[in-house]
């Protein structure tokens, strides 16, 4: 399950680049590097942050243009005017964002090491077969049919683990639908792609994401298509996959979950493998006690979710062993989404409403 919220950044208000004019930037400025050439250098992870700086720089100043030509079509002058003041705002905005980026990567840098990120995506690691897994995860049950029903302020979201697989680079992934409602309105249909490696790890290996808004007025109403901004896929356009979750979590150890530059770049640390209420204040903040007294018997998993897209804007994630997550925290919002339901486990009828 994504945070809620989605994904923020300046490119809410701009369209982002095509991968395409990112990586050629990438190639680019690596090949005018000192010494004309990237070998001469070992610093690959700062390489990459300074070169994501000049993408997203040069996509906030082209972006402008597009703005401009909006605004100059304005028939009234206030209109016109205050189109044009907003742009250069939003373009302010946009470049200050970038720079924050780049300071949220640089420490990215400082947690996982200056080596490339080329993990090993192997067929031989994982299973084929999701119906006889190897070495199933208790932290991240993917059994075919399995669901979670999940709540929050308006928002409810639907987790299911579909009879449906896809083939990634060679490596057999499970689709796991996620689809978030708000007020009762459809707001985002994902279908995210999980590979099973061998030794228990839960690989993301990608998500098809469309996004939706329902509008005042229309007859009959029903949820519009607005974006696919987030999607991605290992192996296209340079995108890598990520550990979603280790098959043997170590506290304090950080991973990346994902990895398409400028679009999917999200971190998970690892806070806790031995949670159960009342044993670490900071770690109960805005937990419902009676939920974790149910579900962790000083076993759960607690992890720590960032992105350098959206600095700042961390997350604690909270998962019982044979349940999966079954509990997400803003801690900077006092924001709660809590597992409602589930269809698996007999706990699932014993679960407190929120």
């Excluded at 989605?6 to 990438?26: E, F, Y």
């Excluded at 605004?71 to 905005?93: H, M």
Aim: proline share 6%; glycine share 10%.
């Amino acid at each position: 399950m994504k945070t809620i919220g989605g994904r923020n950044g300046w490119a809410a208000t701009n369209a982002h680049a095509s991968a395409a004019l990112r990586l050629g930037i990438a190639g680019v400025l690596l090949l005018a590097l000192p010494g004309g050439s990237e070998a001469d250098f070992d610093d690959f992870c700062s390489q990459t942050a300074r070169t994501q700086l000049e993408a997203c720089r040069r996509e906030v100043r082209d972006g402008r243009y597009t703005e401009k030509a909006i605004c100059i079509n304005i028939p009234d002058t206030a209109e016109r005017n205050a189109c044009l003041v907003e742009s250069r705002i939003v373009r302010g905005e946009g470049l200050r964002l970038c720079r924050e980026q780049f300071d949220a990567r640089d420490e990215v840098c400082e947690l996982l090491g200056e080596d490339r990120y080329a993990p090993d995506f192997s067929p031989g690691n994982f299973d084929d077969d999701f119906t006889n897994l190897t070495n199933p995860n208790p932290y991240f049950p993917l059994r075919i049919g399995n669901r979670w029903e999940y709540a929050g302020g308006n928002e409810t979201v639907t987790v299911e683990v579909l009879n449906q697989t896809k083939l990634i680079e060679g490596v057999t992934c499970i689709v796991v639908n996620d689809l978030v409602k708000v007020a009762g309105k459809t707001k985002e249909d994902t279908d995210d792609w999980y590979g099973q490696r061998k030794d228990g790890t839960v690989d993301y290996c990608g998500e098809s994401v469309t996004d939706f808004e329902t509008f005042a007025g229309d007859n009959p109403e029903a949820a519009e298509l607005v974006s696919i901004e987030g999607s991605w896929k290992t192996g296209r356009d340079g995108a890598k996959p990520g550990i979603r979750l280790p098959g043997a979590p170590n506290v304090g150890n950080v991973h990346r979950q994902e990895f398409f530059p400028g679009d999917a770049e999200d971190l998970a640390e690892v806070l806790s493998t031995t949670y159960g209420f009342g044993a670490n204040p900071q770690l109960d903040a805005f937990v419902p006690q009676a939920l974790a007294q149910l579900l962790c018997a000083n076993d759960c998993v607690v992890t720590r979710e960032f992105t350098p897209i959206e600095p700042g804007a961390d997350a604690r994630k909270y998962y019982a062993r044979g349940i999966g997550q079954f509990l997400e925290v803003k801690p900077d919002t006092g924001e709660v989404v809590q597992l409602t339901d589930c269809n698996f486990d007999p706990k699932c009828a014993a679960l407190p409403a929120p």
